[in-house]
């Protein structure tokens, strides 16, 4: 069984790296500024790594309740601020 896995491992390699590419700007971004790109995305990334942590300190200190309201008006301001992007062509 570990032999069958092996042997599927560079095309899974590459499909991951080009997921990781694609979610990082790196298609998105010009040739000129993929690092800026990669190490904003990459820093982003990282703070979203304490979101649980600041989720449960919240829920102790204010409730669930009050957690998910103010989760609630993020998504809404997230959603109106999608809403007023420009598409570029």
């Known amino acids: 069984m570990l ?3 092996w042997g599927q491992f560079p ?5 991951r790296n080009y997921r990781l590419g694609v979610l990082n ?8 500024e993929h690092s800026r ?4 995305m990459n820093t982003f990334i990282g ?9 449960g300190v919240l829920a102790d200190a204010l409730g669930y ?6 989760a609630l008006v993020f998504v ?9 992007l420009e ?3």
């Open 3 to 5: 032999n069958e896995s």
């Open 11 to 15: 095309e899974k390699m590459r499909a």
């Open 25 to 32: 700007g790196w298609f998105a971004a010009p040739a000129e």
């Open 37 to 40: 790109y990669l190490g904003a």
């Open 47 to 55: 703070m979203l790594a304490f979101a649980p942590f600041l989720g």
């Open 65 to 70: 309740r009050a957690v998910f309201l103010g």
């Open 76 to 84: 809404a301001a997230s959603w109106v601020a999608v809403g007023r």
């Open 87 to 89: 598409r570029r062509t």
